[in-house]
């Protein structure tokens, strides 16, 4: 058994999540996606180990790292990979900034659907890329494609790649084999590409299965993965690109090279075959925790003119606050409780709010009681 119960001091000065604000002593950040929990032990002692000989040289993934990779997704998604279809990278999101430069053209459209995690818009206008943004439905409290507009915007602005999020980021949706195979449908008809961001895919909840893209789509697509949100490492930067199509693979490992962030630092290597090879029961115990959180979450928010998307995937709330005025700044200075604005992530976000509950539960309770004293 794992104690995600205990109380962890996260208060240095280097730590994003709990940046100090003025004024405010007692914060509860509930905003950044990363946990309040300890990684897998096993991954803290390969940590440890590697620290211990004294050398940081430069490094390269071996074939032990592959093959707990092409393990990990064997066993948790049924999705048979090889170690030539990995291509290591320091960054989701650096992953996608490059499928966007290697995929696409200077003023080319770029297909993103909103809202979303915000690095999404910015990979695609930094890079002097055009956005289509389409809405998703929001269908009592579940969202859902619209895949006859989704093909009409395709077609008018010439959609050359989709940049998907599997499972969805903040809305906690996993998508259905039958959705995946639309998406899939329509892009492949008009020669768009999908990236497929699916670096939540460990974390799905309750009775939901999560399909990665590549087992729809085939060679019209990459799936971007990473261990760092399935086991909390996110400080140490560590990414895969996977797919079967070798000539996009090896036009993203072309511009990695270009730039000079490529492949993996000692730490990540280390941590990510920890990670893969003995932290499955960790994770396992993980979920059952976040989804007692949720559901505390939800019992809190009934009857209250909060309202909480049903999670399916993630340890991320999205909480419809439009029966209040800025709620989340109203949160920040009354309650002392930071979370990330809905307009954060785009078009549809309005009025929304994104709560981190992977934290402890008296954590999890002390800002439920937080947020009634203002409501």
């Known amino acids: 058994m794992y104690d995600f119960d205990c109380l962890t001091d996260r208060n240095t000065p280097d730590d994003i999540k709990y940046t100090k604000i003025d004024g ?44 707990a990779v092409v393990n990990w997704f064997g066993k948790r998604f049924d999705w048979s990979i090889t170690s030539d279809q990995i291509l290591k990278l320091p960054g989701v999101v650096l992953a996608i900034s490059y499928a966007v430069r290697v ?56 959609v050359r790649i989709l940049v998907w999020c599997s499972p969805h980021n903040p809305g906690g949706r996993v998508w259905t084999k039958e959705e995946l195979q639309k998406v899939s449908e329509i892009c492949k008809s008009h020669n768009v590409f999908i990236v497929s961001d699916e670096i939540h895919s460990d974390l799905i909840l309750y009775e939901n299965s999560h399909i990665p893209m590549a087992k729809i789509a085939g060679d019209n697509c990459v799936v971007l993965t990473a261990p760092t949100k399935t086991f909390n490492i996110a400080g140490i930067q560590a990414a895969n690109i996977i797919s079967s199509n070798k000539e996009i693979l ?10 000079g962030a490529f492949g993996l630092n000692k730490m990540g290597i280390a941590a990510t075959k920890a990670a893969y090879n003995y932290g499955e029961k960790w994770l396992t115990e993980l979920l059952s925790y976040i989804e007692g959180n949720m559901e505390l979450l939800r019992k809190e928010l009934e009857g209250t003119k909060l309202v909480m998307m049903k999670p ?47 934290c402890p539960r008296s954590v999890l309770a002390e800002a439920l009681e937080r947020i009634k004293t203002i409501m």
Do not use: Q
Request: aromatic fraction near 10%.
């Open 103 to 158: 995929l696409t053209d200077p003023d080319d459209h770029v297909m993103i659907f909103e809202p979303v995690y915000g690095p999404f818009r910015r990979c695609v206008e930094g890079n002097g890329r055009k956005l289509t943004i389409e809405s998703l439905k929001n269908n009592d409290g579940h969202y859902e494609v619209d895949f006859e507009d989704m093909e009409k915007r395709i077609i008018e602005d010439k």
């Open 24 to 67: 405010i002593d007692d914060l509860i950040p509930m905003w950044v996606a990363d946990m309040d929990f300890k990684c897998p032990p096993e991954v803290s002692d390969e940590l440890v180990r590697v620290a211990s000989t004294g050398l940081y040289g430069y490094s390269e993934a071996d074939d032990a790292y592959d093959e």
């Open 312 to 358: 399916e995937g993630t340890y991320l709330a999205w909480i419809d606050c439009s029966a209040y005025e800025d709620f989340a700044n109203k949160l920040l200075k009354e309650a002392h409780i930071r979370v990330s604005e809905g307009t954060d992530f785009g078009k549809g976000g309005e009025g929304f709010i994104r709560l981190n509950v992977a």
């Open 250 to 259: 090896r036009k993203i490992k072309r511009e990695a090279y270009v730039t």
